[in-house]
């Protein structure tokens, strides 16, 4: 046998070992991801206590940049914390639990629920069927990682669900994408950094966004019925020189006082005292004039509107020390004995509700965010 003989039959047996071995490959890879059919997409993740934070990260429309909205773990506190919300803490309203039962971590066992739901859901996450294993279908089944370099259109972008756990572990790191025909509680998804997109049945409202599913939203937590008296004070917003540094600056100056009380067995309101500022320490009684009496539908509208202030947003009060942002904030100094700044300034106020917040309670959790709304008694007369 020539030389020549050898190695044609060389390469032809190389040939043909190499197509085997392209035509098996396939199959083989295709085998393994098939038995993944039925067991959890996060095996490891088997307790929800272990989570220590919960990023989702959303591709917002609107501004062309995702978003992310986190939940944590504060290391100090144990307290779950929003860290975009300066670390407002999460307070979901227990779900008629009996005296409200203290859970882990110290907080109200409700607090838990939000939580506890999203770390679950992921938990028991089953793998239902696979929809594709190459990377080029990631745009079809909207499982495109939402980033800043992400090239594809809104739709194609999914959903980034991170849970973290002791030291910045991964405990589970998925992207959900869209929904499967005819069966919105089934999804495609798939593990970030991986191939394969999965069909997994999965509840969405576990990784809501949505502030108020997170904390206590309603805000002064209290029943119209429940109120007996309202007081009023109006304020206005002057422009003086400041001594100090002979410019002007605006500053809050109190014009009325006004407080008001409701008889529930007579279904009545009537005017406490009245008073009028015409300078910052020598308030004057006044009256009703004949003409004028209380406007009951309104004051009624107020114990309602009382009860349905929800927050949507929270800022810290910024310190006392930063007049130019507690100014941008809305807060303006109130000075309780002269306008014209003869003694330190030891107040300020809200004089409204900045644009897309509501400022908070201090009352609530202890958090120290603060504001007043500002009302002008006469809105309340007829």
């Known amino acids: 046998m020539s030389e020549m003989v050898k190695t044609l039959i060389y390469v032809g047996v190389a040939l043909l070992l190499a197509v085997t071995a392209w035509v098996w490959q396939p199959r083989t890879a295709e085998l ?6 039925g067991s959890k997409l996060f095996g490891n993740f088997k307790n929800a206590d272990e989570a220590t934070s919960l990023t989702i990260t959303r591709y917002d429309d609107k501004f062309g ?40 971590m110290g907080q109200p066992a409700g607090s838990q629920t939000q939580m506890q ?15 594709s294993e190459k990377r080029n279908d990631h745009e079809l089944f909207g499982v495109v990682e939402p980033s800043s370099k992400a090239k594809a259109k809104p739709e194609e972008i999914g959903m980034l669900v991170e849970v973290t756990g002791d030291k910045q572990s991964k405990l589970a790191d998925l992207v959900i994408g869209k929904a499967v025909a005819d069966n919105n509680e089934q999804r495609f998804v798939r593990v970030r950094g991986q191939d394969v997109t999965y069909v997994v049945k999965i509840d969405m409202a576990s990784f809501t966004t949505e502030l108020s599913k997170w904390i206590e939203a ?25 001594p ?22 007579e279904s009545k309101w009537s005017i406490r005292h009245m008073l009028e500022y015409k300078t910052a320490t020598q308030p004057t009684p006044t009256e009703l004039a004949e003409n004028e ?7 009624n509208e107020l114990k309602n509107a009382l009860d349905d202030l929800k927050i949507v947003g929270v800022k810290q009060k910024p ?41 908070i309670c201090p009352a609530i959790r202890g958090h120290r965010s603060v504001g007043y709304c500002q009302l002008n008694c006469r809105e309340f007369l007829r």
């Open 117 to 131: 739901k999203a770390a679950t859901a992921l938990i028991g996450l089953e793998i239902l069927g696979v929809a």
């Open 32 to 37: 393994k991801v098939n038995k993944m059919v």
């Open 218 to 242: 309603d805000l002064l937590a209290l029943s119209p019925f429940d109120i007996r008296s309202v007081a009023l004070k109006d304020y206005s917003i002057l422009e003086v020189l400041d």
């Open 65 to 104: 940049k995702p978003v992310k909205f986190q939940i944590a773990r504060d290391a100090g506190s144990q307290q779950w914390v929003i860290p975009s919300e300066d670390n407002y803490p999460v307070a979901v309203p227990d779900s008629g639990q009996p005296d409200n039962p203290i859970g882990p």
């Open 319 to 359: 310190a006392d020390s930063n007049q130019t942002k507690l100014m941008e904030y809305g807060y303006y100094p109130f000075s309780t004995v002269s306008p014209l700044f003869s003694l330190p300034l030891r107040q300020w106020r809200s004089s409204r509700f900045a644009p897309g917040w509501n400022p």
């Open 244 to 265: 100090r540094t002979n410019r002007p600056v605006k500053q809050l100056m109190q014009r009325s006082d006004t407080a008001l009380s409701w008889n529930q067995e």
């Open 293 to 299: 009496e209380l406007n009951s539908d309104r004051l």
